[in-house]
């Protein structure tokens, strides 16, 4: 069954530093997302694109953070300037259509130092 | 008011119970509801849709879903000590935005 995959599992980074968390969603799949999850905490929503457009954004998705689809099979999230709170699970997820399930990556656990 | 809630937790069943997980939404244009089991420390994986008011039955599966009460639940039949786990509801509008609540953990006890 296809996948959505992400890499890198883990990525360690210090306070500042900019970081990319790098996505392949399902070949046929037309929207992506981010989420995060905060240890102990619920999943939140981030950022959706569709189109080569954010669509929908999160009042967390701030100046500090960008997506990108630079070729036709990855997505990127880019922290700009990390900072402690960040330090999170990181999940792509894609669906073929608006309304049907999210398929999710296993995540990128992303701690800042 | 939380966007989707659901009950508190932690529920403890024993094996072969009935497990019963609610979840109520404020937001009255929402058009598709959806459960995820998630193990710790792992992505969530989906295990229920439910579109139509009315109950989806999948296997041990049960969703119910109540739109003038903005209500959907989850049974679990025959609950098994692999099926603990924390279950999602997920809550999608017309925007496309997939809305998670807390979780409930759900513990079967062998």
């Known amino acids: 069954e296809p996948e959505v995959t992400q890499t890198p599992s883990h990525q360690v980074t210090q306070m500042g530093q900019e970081v990319i968390l790098r996505c392949v969603p399902i070949s046929n799949h037309l929207y992506f997302y981010w989420y995060r999850q905060i240890l102990g905490q619920k999943v939140e929503f981030l950022v959706s694109f569709y189109n080569n457009e954010i669509s929908e954004k999160s009042e967390i998705f701030d100046d500090q953070f960008s997506v990108e689809r630079p070729d036709g099979s990855n997505f990127t999230l880019k922290i700009r300037s990390t900072k402690l709170e960040d330090s999170a699970m990181y999940f792509c997820?894609?669906?073929?259509?608006?309304?049907?399930?999210?398929?999710f990556g296993n995540g990128t656990r992303l701690t800042v130092t | 008011q939380k966007e989707v809630e659901q009950n508190s937790g932690p529920l403890s069943v024993p094996e072969g119970a009935i497990a019963s997980l609610n979840c109520t939404y404020s937001?009255?244009?929402?058009?598709?509801f959806f459960w995820y089991r998630q193990y710790s420390g792992k992505s969530p994986e989906l295990i229920m849709f439910?579109?139509?008011?009315g109950d989806k039955e999948d296997g041990r599966f049960t969703a119910q879903l109540n739109k003038a009460s903005q209500y959907v639940s989850l049974l679990i039949r025959d609950s098994q000590p692999s099926d603990s786990a924390t279950y999602l509801c997920?809550?999608?509008?017309?925007?496309?935005?997939?809305?998670f609540g807390d979780g409930t953990t759900l513990t079967v006890k062998p």
């Open positions: 997820a894609s669906s073929e259509y608006r309304e049907i399930p999210l398929h």
């Open positions: 997920a809550v999608k509008t017309n925007a496309g935005k997939s809305t």
């Open positions: 937001d009255r244009g929402s058009q598709s």
């Open positions: 439910i579109y139509s008011n």
